[in-house]
C-alpha cells in the first residue's frame, strides 16, 4: 500500500474541471513542498506536469495547476480535452529512508 | 533535446541476474542525479533506486536492498541497474529518469521509454 493515496479513477466531460488528490502523511506530505505530478499515457514516457506543489515546466499548459493543504496535494485539469485521457502520478520525498513515494496513480477518463 | 536510451531487458530465468543501461544525451549527464522507476504489468509507478551526482549518495526502494545495485559512469553519460537474485514479481518496464537537480532526492523531470524485463521459466 502507497503511503500517498489517490483515487483509483476520475471522470469529467470536454471542457469540465477535474481535481485529483493526494494524501499522505505529515512526513511526506504536509512538511514539504516537493510533491510532483507527472502525466503517463500508456505506452509512452511519462511526462513531468508540476513540479513544487505549483510550478508548471515551460510547455506544460496552464490548464493544469498544483495545490496543498495540509496533508493532502491536489491537481486540477480545467477545460479538459480528449488528450488529457491518462494515467496521473503524485510523487514525493522520505528523507528517513531516503527514498521517492508514488501514489497509487489515478486513472483519467474524458467521457 | 534531452534523450534517455535504456538497453538491457529481456526475458530471464527466476534466480538469475540482468543489467539494465540507460545512455543519456541533451544534457551535461554529471550534474544531474539518476533514477530508476518501473512499472509492473496493470500497476502504477514505483521508484526502484536514485543516485546523485557524483554517486555520493545511492537510495532504494525498501523492498529491493540487497538484491539490486545503481552506478553510474559519468564519463559516457551512462546510468546502469545490476539486477540479482530476480523473481517473478520483479517482471515490470524499468524507466531511467533524469533528477531536477544533483542531490539524490528530486523531481524526475525527463524520462526514457522503458526497458521491459521478463522473469518466467
Known amino acids: 500500500q502507497s503511503a500517498l493515496t489517490q483515487p483509483a479513477s476520475v471522470s469529467g466531460s470536454p471542457g469540465q474541471s477535474i481535481i485529483i488528490s493526494c494524501t499522505g502523511t505529515?512526513?511526506?506530505?504536509?512538511?514539504?513542498?516537493?510533491i510532483s505530478w507527472y502525466q503517463h499515457h500508456p505506452g509512452k514516457a511519462p511526462k513531468l506536469i508540476i513540479y513544487?506543489?505549483?510550478k508548471r515546466p515551460s510547455g506544460v499548459s496552464n490548464r493544469f495547476s498544483g495545490s496543498k493543504s495540509g496533508n493532502t496535494a491536489s491537481l486540477t485539469i480545467s477545460g479538459l480535452q480528449a488528450e488529457d485521457e491518462a494515467d496521473y502520478y503524485c510523487s514525493s520525498y522520505e528523507d528517513s529512508s531516503p527514498s521517492v513515494l508514488f501514489g497509487g496513480g489515478t486513472r483519467l477518463t474524458v467521457l | 533535446e534531452v534523450l534517455l536510451e535504456e538497453s538491457g531487458g529481456g526475458l530471464v530465468q527466476p534466480g538469475r541476474s540482468l543489467r539494465l543501461s540507460c545512455v543519456a544525451s541533451g544534457f551535461k549527464f554529471d550534474d544531474y542525479a539518476m533514477h530508476w522507476v518501473r512499472q509492473a504489468p496493470g500497476k502504477g509507478l514505483e521508484w526502484v533506486s536514485g543516485?546523485?551526482?557524483?554517486?555520493?549518495?545511492?537510495g532504494y526502494a525498501d523492498s529491493l536492498k540487497g538484491r539490486f545495485s545503481i552506478s553510474r559512469d559519468n564519463a559516457k553519460n551512462s546510468l546502469f541497474l545490476e539486477m540479482n537474485s530476480l523473481r517473478p514479481e520483479d517482471t515490470a518496464l524499468f524507466y531511467c529518469a533524469k533528477g531536477e537537480w544533483g542531490d539524490l532526492l528530486s523531481t524526475f523531470d525527463y524520462w526514457g521509454r522503458g526497458a521491459l524485463v521478463t522473469v518466467s521459466s
Open positions: 505529515s512526513s511526506v506530505v504536509g512538511s514539504y513542498n516537493f
Open positions: 513544487e506543489v505549483t
Open positions: 543516485i546523485s551526482w557524483d554517486s555520493g549518495k545511492i
